[in-house]
């Protein structure tokens, strides 16, 4: 059996850390298995939608300010690992961004997955279908 | 009856969201139902050593432990906790320490799951 | 979908749940989300309360003084108990604002 999980972001990133751990736990998913019975799996859904969009600008320079990792390489991994990352589209048009200004692919590490920029309603089906939301 | 999994990413002392995840779990225990509950963040701290009493703060200690001995699994992110300074030999007998996949494989495994965010 | 939102803030308006539309909509109000059921701002009640079943934790307003009888009619109380039969009985998914 596989359970969705939809992790929705909705919070800025770097002062809190929820952004940071939405997509750490996201990307833990790589190794659920070992916990669960045989056959079960998790299949985690990564959704940023109000102010949680501003995860996603890229150029993040975090670790040069800070030494520490930027949401951005979150981000690039995840999309590595193919998991479904989506984007409202109303909240970018809201903060004046365009997909240029955000991560859309990982070609740059290997991976093939592209950032989904979908209506709200969209992600509020995913909601729907999903087995389990934490919102972060 | 039914699982519950709580995660919750906030602090100890300062927000009182842990008081609220460890008052529903002990509800839905002497209910009959089974709960996980999931330390991230700042949230570590409740599994550290040493934590002292004052009627000024919230002292959950005590209750988290007997609760333990009811059935209640605590589990606390490793990362996060030596991120902060918490190793192994600081953690109170009773709370367990893992990786994050373990709170997905909880929410797996439950039949409701609510996530309490950082503050 | 059954969702049930955890409200506990008081003052901050949030978009998201502005923007969730679903059947069947809990609000449930803890900490600070508990004013939301006892306080009207210049006589009006707050508009949380018209968006959906809502409740309101009690142990949450006795800590913060606010009298059980002097809430708005819309709210339905629980304790810890109570809330622990929302949540398996009333609701499948849950958001915490």
Not at chain 1, 96 to 119: C, F, W
Not at chain 3, 5 to 10: A, L, S, T
Request: hydrophobic content about 40%.
């Amino acid at each position: 059996m596989i359970k969705k999980l939809l992790f929705l972001v909705d919070k800025l990133p770097y002062k809190a850390e929820n952004s940071r751990l939405a997509l750490t736990h996201a990307i833990a998913s790589q190794t659920v298995e070992i916990h669960l019975e045989d056959e079960d799996n998790v299949e985690p859904v990564l959704a940023f939608v109000g102010e949680g969009v501003l995860n996603c600008i890229k150029g993040q320079k975090s670790l040069d300010a800070y030494g520490i990792t930027s949401l951005e390489g979150h981000i690039k991994n995840a999309l590595l690992l193919d998991l479904k990352v989506m984007v409202c589209k109303e909240d970018l048009k809201k903060f004046g961004l365009t997909e240029d200004s955000i991560i859309m692919d990982a070609e740059d590490i290997g991976g093939d997955m592209l950032t989904n920029v979908l209506p709200f309603a969209d992600i509020l089906n995913e909601m729907e279908v999903a087995d389990h939301i934490l919102h972060f | 009856m039914g699982k519950l999994a709580i995660g919750c990413f906030s602090s100890l002392v300062g927000s009182m969201s842990l008081d609220f995840a460890i008052k529903l779990s002990e509800a839905a225990i002497n209910k009959g139902h089974q709960v996980d509950i999931w330390l991230s963040g700042n949230a570590t701290m409740l599994s550290k050593k040493g934590q002292r009493k004052f009627q000024d703060y919230s002292a959950l200690e005590a209750k988290t432990k007997d609760l333990i001995t009811k059935g209640l699994n605590v589990t606390a992110c490793e990362a996060c906790a030596e991120s902060r300074g918490y190793h192994k030999e600081d953690t109170l007998e009773g709370f367990k320490r893992k990786s994050m996949d373990y709170y997905l494989a909880s929410c797996f495994n439950s039949d409701r799951v609510i996530h309490i965010g950082g503050e | 979908m059954k969702l049930g939102v955890f409200v506990n803030q008081y003052s901050q308006s949030n978009s998201t749940l502005d923007r969730i539309k679903t059947d069947n909509l809990g609000i449930i109000l803890v900490q600070n989300g508990v004013y939301h059921a006892a306080l009207k701002e210049d006589g009006k009640a707050s508009s949380l309360l018209s968006k959906g079943t809502v409740y309101a934790l009690s142990e949450d307003l006795v800590s913060r003084g606010l009298a059980l009888d002097k809430l708005d009619s819309k709210v339905k109380v629980v304790d810890y108990n109570g809330l622990v039969d929302v949540i398996f009985n009333d609701y499948e998914k849950f958001i915490w604002l």
